[in-house]
């Protein structure tokens, strides 16, 4: 199996070959050929990929090898441009960009969830946001049982979410040094409700993907949604505290035992020894990790969550590796 890896050099790009190097899921034995993209500026440098050195390829050097896999994490603009072409060769392309979530043909897939719906017809395969991913993961099982009729949604987003640059801001700021912003305020000792950019309905970008993106997932569009997304100083990952509104009454002991049997979800819930998941303890793991979780009285069927990922790998690379794995599994990719 030949892979193009577009955005090698981004922070996600580098997750996605530390993913692929532990072989988890994808075995490192079944890589035939590697092929590093990135920008121009990256043109004449080398990346290590599995103790070899890998020259960076532009996009059309790429096109050209024909690989069987693409994936992309280099934005919306070039995923909507250049996979396409990619596709039209009969490569498998999964996408982190925002580019091709919305679009009802195409398929917008966390692989313990709706995996089902990957097929070899569909060459395009778009990943989903960071702070769905690990929503969804918790929530798809619950709403299988229960019915979710609401969720009110606060996140508290890692800078990496926003990229290099923003922890670039975050590190310069930390040590008084000038340099160049990503966000229109300090982030350090400091926290914002901006994430994305606002949309008309005073909404921001990145608190629409959490309902549409997950109305989408969970094939439920009947699911109210209401969500603020809240930019914070740290590094490990992103956190949620996710209020459920159920359609049907649930006992405690069945709830917690749903979350603990889900395949990929750690259950981190001991608050007579302050137990409960943190963003520095989930950075660098897969796990998708459940804490805090308690009953709504407000209501008769609610539920408070505080779920937290690490947005770099299961929010984006472990979970694209993860569909590779599926077509792999599924035997539309000869490996």
Known sequence: MKIAL????????????????????????????????????SLGTEVIFNNRK???????????????????????????????????????VIDNSSAWRKDANIPLVVPEVNGHVVSGSQRIIANPNCSTIQMVAVL?????????????????????????KAVRQLENERQGISGSRVYPHPIDLNIFPHGGVFMPNGYTSEEMKLEEESHKIMQAPE????????????????????????????????????????????????????????????????????????????????????IVADNLRKGAATNAVQIAALLMQKEFINA
Request: contains cysteine.
């Open 6 to 41: 577009i955005g090698a050099t981004g922070l996600v790009g580098n997750v996605m070959m530390r993913v692929l190097e532990e072989s988890k899921y994808v075995p490192i034995s079944s890589i035939s050929g590697f092929i590093p993209v990135a920008s121009e500026k």
């Open 223 to 306: 699911i109210r949604i209401t969500s603020t997304v809240v930019r914070v100083p740290v590094y490990g990952g992103h956190s949620e505290s996710v209020n459920v509104e159920f359609a049907n009454q649930f006992e405690m002991d069945d709830m917690l035992r749903i979350i603990s049997a889900t395949k990929g979800i750690v259950l981190q819930d001991d608050i007579d020894k302050a137990v409960y998941p943190m963003p520095k303890y989930a950075e660098g793991r897969d796990e998708v990790f459940v804490g805090r979780v308690r009953r709504d009285f407000s209501v008769d069927h609610g539920i408070n969550l505080w």
């Open 140 to 164: 798809a099982p619950l709403h299988k049982k229960y019915n979710i009729k609401r969720l009110v949604i606060s996140t508290y987003q890692s800078v990496t979410g926003t990229g290099a």
């Open 54 to 92: 890998y020259r960076i390829h532009t996009l059309a050097e790429a096109l050209e090898q024909k690989p069987d896999l693409a994936l992309f994490s280099a934005g919306a603009d070039v995923s909507r441009e250049w996979a396409p072409l990619f596709a039209a060769q009969n490569c498998f």
